[in-house]
């Protein structure tokens, strides 16, 4: 929606973990194993991913779950000096576990296009085809209930603490990401447009 809506790229380290992996290139093949596990991806690697990343686009952009820990956060810090671009806002999508468990087991990807779809939101069935490509959709692989929870350990051990990282630097904003995708959308154009 952020995409459609402002033309600007949306980069997820998640997603081209995720390329890396289907493409067996030596990175993926790596990070897969902390990722099928629901374990955070060593900083060194994410910093690389999001290095080459910024190295290769000039315009605005908007990271998707990233960063995830500190180190990663002062990391991008030097990165956007380096650039010229420091970052202005801080989004954080607060969502309570049992929504989270919900959305994880109603989660599919279409492995056509790469389309993250919501089993009863997007399409009837798990076993649909994908409405924009007819491609077959299939679960991530740490969409489990044990890499779930490792996920949400790695989460409050690592990633929580930027949630005061970045409230000092009075660049955050939290939403409730837990109402409907169009209500949080339009909380996110409040608060970019406002910004
Ligand atoms: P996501 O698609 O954002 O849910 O990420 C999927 C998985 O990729 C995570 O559970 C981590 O294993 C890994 N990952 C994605 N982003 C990061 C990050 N910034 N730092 C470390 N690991 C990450």
């Known amino acids: 929606m952020i995409r459609a809506k402002y033309q600007i790229a949306t980069p997820s380290v998640g997603a081209m973990l995720r390329e890396e992996k289907t493409t067996k290139t030596k990175l993926g093949l790596e990070a897969a194993r902390f990722t099928d596990e ?4 060593p900083d060194e690697m994410i910093v690389e991913l999001a ?13 998707d779950g ?12 030097q990165l956007l000096e380096q650039r010229g671009t420091p970052l202005e806002i801080a989004l954080s999508l607060d969502v309570d576990f049992e ?31 994908c409405p924009d490509c007819g491609g077959k959709l299939a679960q991530r692989s740490d969409d489990t209930p044990e890499a779930l929870k ?4 790695d989460y409050h051990e690592k990633s929580e603490s930027l949630i005061s990282f970045y409230r000092d630097r009075g660049i955050l904003t939290r939403i409730d990401g837990a109402q409907a995708p169009e209500i ?3 909380d996110v154009v409040r608060i970019s447009e406002n910004a």
């Open 150 to 153: 490792q996920r949400m350990i």
């Open 99 to 129: 929504t989270i468990r919900g959305r994880v087991s109603r989660r599919k990807v279409c492995e056509g296009c790469g389309r993250v779809l919501s089993v009863g939101w997007h399409v009837d069935s798990p076993d649909s085809a």
């Open 66 to 77: 990233f960063p995830r820990t500190i180190a990663q956060a002062t990391a991008l810090d």
């Open 38 to 41: 629901g374990r955070l991806v």
């Open 51 to 63: 290095r080459a990343w910024l190295a290769k686009h000039n315009g605005a952009f908007v990271f």
């Open 184 to 186: 949080v959308f339009a």
